[in-house]
């Protein structure tokens, strides 16, 4: 049974295998089972006695078998890991364990990203706090520090389980862009930034902590990315493409931006040139996702001073849901 080398076709017991197998004989096939043939894509009474790489179609998998090498590779659209043997081929389909270690891998950097603001913020108040202060600002050291511990919990909560539904109220637009412009004071200061809020004093429909963490990406990056000593705006107007919604942006006075390059940068880990400092290139693939989950759109564009990234959220609930 080691060779295989006289079987038309696999034995009964092959099929109930998991992993494909593909019997070989001088250079052609004699045989395969009902995973290798799925694997491969072809229909078992047809390959017999042809070519191997009239099978595989592949010439990395007929390398793999004439040297005797393991190889692991994409075919077919699946990930296979291909261990050659003394007359065959064995096929072990991992695509699914790769994307688990590559969702994994996403999960981590998508935890570091976000948490990053909320645990700077509640570092610096505790600072802060061993010197003697006013105690009004203690009070608003303390207020803030438990504000963002209780973020940081929810993100927690929502990006390692995301069982439970998005809390949606009425959120103040403009209670948001104070609480972005407090949260980013510090990067503000050392580049020198100007953040201006245009945004109108009305509400959206959204969970809280999603509309913070999405707005909070905006203008981060353009903070971080965009030009020193420069000016950057928040702005909310009815959105042209879509009745009860906003359209909410942050523009910044860098240089523009081919608007191909901009849709580049709303997929993961996707960097950008500009700027001096480095993240992770997740900010905008985290704003399209929010933004997608309640059930609008992101996108980037130019403006006459310089770039524009925004999102699309409902102005008030709705009631037909």
Same mark, same amino acid.
């Given at each position: 049974?080691?060779?295989?080398?006289?079987?038309?076709?696999?034995?009964?017991?092959?099929?109930?295998?998991?992993?494909?197998?593909?019997?070989?004989?001088?250079?052609?096939?004699?045989?395969?089972?009902?995973?290798?043939?799925?694997?491969?894509?072809?229909?078992?009474v047809r390959v017999?006695?042809?070519?191997?790489?009239?099978?595989?179609?592949?010439?990395?998998?007929?390398?793999?078998?004439?040297?005797?090498?393991?190889?692991?590779?994409?075919?077919?659209? @699946?990930?296979?890991v291909v261990v050659?043997?003394?007359?065959? +081929? &064995?096929? =072990?389909?991992?695509? /699914? !364990?790769? #994307?688990? *270690?590559?969702?994994?891998?996403?999960?981590?950097?998508v935890l570091s990203h976000e948490l990053r603001t909320p645990v700077t913020t509640i570092r610096s108040?505790?600072?802060?706090? @061993?010197?003697?202060?006013?105690e009004a600002q203690r009070a608003r +050291? &303390?207020? =803030?520090?438990?504000? /963002? !511990?209780? #973020?940081? *919990?929810?993100?927690?909560?929502?990006?390692?389980?995301?069982?439970?539904?998005p809390k949606a109220r009425s959120v103040a637009l403009r209670e948001v862009a104070d609480r972005v412009a407090a949260l980013l004071a510090r990067p503000?200061?050392?580049?020198?930034?100007?953040? =201006?809020?245009?945004?109108? !004093?009305?509400t959206a429909w959204a969970d809280h902590d999603k509309l913070l963490q999405v707005l909070l990406n905006l203008v981060e990056n353009a903070v971080l990315h965009g030009p020193r000593d420069a000016e950057v705006r928040m702005r909310a107007v009815p959105d042209e493409q879509r009745d009860g919604w906003w359209a909410v942006e942050v523009l910044d006075r860098g240089p523009a931006v081919e608007p191909d390059v901009m849709e580049r940068w709303f997929a993961p880990h996707a960097q950008g040139p500009t700027g001096t400092t480095r993240g992770t290139g997740l900010g905008l693939y985290i704003v399209?996702?929010?933004a997608t989950r309640w059930g609008g759109r992101a996108?980037?564009?130019?403006?006459?001073?310089?770039?524009?990234?925004?999102?699309?959220?409902?102005?008030?609930?709705?009631?037909?849901a």
């Amino acid at each position: 049974m080691a060779t295989g080398s006289s079987r038309p076709d696999a034995p009964a017991w092959a099929d109930a295998l998991a992993e494909g197998v593909v019997w070989v004989c001088d250079g052609r096939v004699t045989g395969l089972n009902r995973a290798a043939a799925a694997l491969l894509q072809v229909e078992p009474v047809r390959v017999h006695d042809q070519p191997l790489i009239a099978v595989v179609r592949d010439h990395r998998i007929e390398q793999a078998f004439e040297r005797g090498e393991p190889i692991e590779l994409a075919t077919r659209g @699946r990930r296979v890991v291909v261990v050659p043997f003394k007359g065959g +081929l &064995l096929l =072990r389909d991992v695509t /699914e !364990a790769r #994307r688990a *270690v590559e969702d994994a891998r996403e999960l981590l950097a998508v935890l570091s990203h976000e948490l990053r603001t909320p645990v700077t913020t509640i570092r610096s108040s505790l600072e802060a706090l @061993r010197f003697e202060l006013p105690e009004a600002q203690r009070a608003r +050291l &303390l207020t =803030r520090a438990e504000e /963002e !511990a209780g #973020r940081l *919990v929810r993100l927690l909560e929502d990006l390692t389980v995301d069982v439970a539904p998005p809390k949606a109220r009425s959120v103040a637009l403009r209670e948001v862009a104070d609480r972005v412009a407090a949260l980013l004071a510090r990067p503000l200061a050392d580049r020198g930034v100007t953040l =201006r809020s245009e945004l109108p !004093a009305a509400t959206a429909w959204a969970d809280h902590d999603k509309l913070l963490q999405v707005l909070l990406n905006l203008v981060e990056n353009a903070v971080l990315h965009g030009p020193r000593d420069a000016e950057v705006r928040m702005r909310a107007v009815p959105d042209e493409q879509r009745d009860g919604w906003w359209a909410v942006e942050v523009l910044d006075r860098g240089p523009a931006v081919e608007p191909d390059v901009m849709e580049r940068w709303f997929a993961p880990h996707a960097q950008g040139p500009t700027g001096t400092t480095r993240g992770t290139g997740l900010g905008l693939y985290i704003v399209r996702s929010i933004a997608t989950r309640w059930g609008g759109r992101a996108w980037g564009r130019n403006w006459e001073g310089g770039n524009a990234f925004g999102f699309s959220v409902p102005r008030v609930r709705d009631q037909t849901a």
